[in-house]
């Protein structure tokens, strides 16, 4: 069957959610995908920031593997071995205290907010707490990520969402003190904004607003699904700030593919909120997924991924800079470690990410203007100069 004939009977049978690319993928290996037709593809958008180890990584798939011939799924009644040892590693490399796992980022999100909320409502009874959030930030799209996703195009259809919500300029210290009340429960905000379009915290304003919630007893919320799991060259790009979140969320790269997220809590919050019967899932933190993220952690350390990614994003970064300098449509660079973005002018980014595919380039967007590189953190200085010469003749044609 060739790709033509995939491609409709997928719109036959698939919600169309998505205006997908015209290409089927079929298998990958490294840092290349391979589609059903044959044609091999450079993978500078790993999933949307999830293929962290690259494809084919054979200890990865063994470990899967010998788990599925033990056991998938037991539900959360019970306890499981890979339970244990993914919440042991993930708590260790996060310095934080308490995990629960989920099915995906988006509900790390709601399970982040509900964590806050009752936090808040043990202190005070209250239920009319508020949670500040920031314009152009990304969380999810159910309902509660939603609700303190920044972005109106969005919401518009969805509309009334969670209430209690404001919303302030990310990288503007002052701002978010205006929207503080004596009902604010948390302040939630990526550490870098990915859908947003590539924006890194300041360091003044990440520690300004930590410093502010400890004043006011606020939750700090931090998102690091995306940016989270060694992309920026630390294992959280929080920990290159000397700031802690009160909650992390977490997911993408945290499986390498298998579906699996995380909520974690500090030992205040932990301790302050959550009990049984506030929340559950019945697949999250299952034993297949939970295998997943424990052998990603492992091999993280093997094969020193976080000290890879801090070796070759200066190599990245100083390619990309020398495209600004060349390119008159392109105006800026900017990002952290391996998520980084390219500012485009004067052309829509849809059609270079579209021309990028035909060379047999993978890059994605961010926001309007946002051409967006997260590629697998095993790519070498090589990858990089083929990415470079790929998209040059995307640029050209």
């Not at 409502?121 to 239920?127: F, S, V």
């Not at 905000?189 to 520690?207: D, K, S």
Request: glycine share 10%; net charge negative; proline share 4%.
């Amino acid at each position: 069957m060739d790709s033509k004939v995939y491609m409709e009977e997928t719109e036959q049978y698939v919600l169309h959610t998505y205006n997908r690319f015209p290409v089927v993928l079929e298998k990958g290996e490294g840092v290349y995908l391979t589609d059903v037709d044959g044609k091999e593809y450079l993978d500078f958008g790993a999933g949307i920031a999830v293929f962290a180890l690259g494809y084919g990584n054979q200890a990865y798939n063994d470990a899967l593997k010998a788990q599925i011939d033990r056991i998938i799924h037991t539900s959360n009644l019970y306890y499981n071995v890979p339970l244990k040892e993914a919440a042991e590693k993930l708590a260790k490399v996060s310095g934080m205290d308490k995990v629960f796992f989920t099915n995906s980022g988006t509900e790390a999100i709601e399970g982040a907010i509900k964590a806050a909320r009752k936090y808040a409502y043990l202190k005070d009874g209250r239920t009319d707490h508020e949670i500040i959030a920031m314009n152009h930030s990304f969380h999810g799209r159910s309902i509660g990520a939603l609700s303190v996703t920044g972005n109106p195009h969005y919401q518009e259809a969805f509309r009334p969402l969670m209430g209690g919500v404001k919303f302030a300029d990310f990288n503007d210290l002052e701002n978010v003190k205006e929207q503080v009340t004596d009902r604010t429960c948390a302040v939630i905000l990526e550490t870098v904004q990915g859908e947003g379009g590539i924006y890194p915290a300041t360091p003044e304003f990440l520690q300004g607003v930590k410093a502010l919630c400890e004043e006011r007893d606020i939750l700090l919320i931090l998102d690091e699904i995306q940016c989270g799991m060694g992309r920026t060259g630390s294992y959280f790009a929080w920990q290159q700030y000397g700031v802690e979140p009160d909650i992390m969320t977490c997911a993408k790269a945290l499986g390498c593919g298998v579906p699996v997220g995380a909520f974690v809590l500090n030992e205040k919050v932990a301790n302050a909120s959550l009990v049984p019967g506030d929340h559950g899932t019945t697949y999250g933190g299952n034993p297949f997924a939970c295998a997943a993220v424990s052998k990603v952690f492992d091999l993280f350390e093997e094969l020193h991924v976080v000290d890879h990614v801090r070796e070759v994003a200066p190599y990245l970064e100083q390619r990309l800079d020398e495209l600004v300098a060349k390119y008159d449509f392109l105006s800026l660079r900017r990002g952290m470690g391996l998520m980084q973005g390219l500012v485009v002018t004067g052309r829509p980014v849809g059609e270079l990410v579209a021309k990028a595919l035909e060379h047999g380039l993978i890059v994605l967007s961010a926001g309007a203007d946002v051409l967006r590189l997260v590629p697998p953190l095993v790519i070498t200085k090589g990858d990089v100069d083929e990415m470079i010469r790929r998209l040059e003749l995307a640029f050209q044609a």
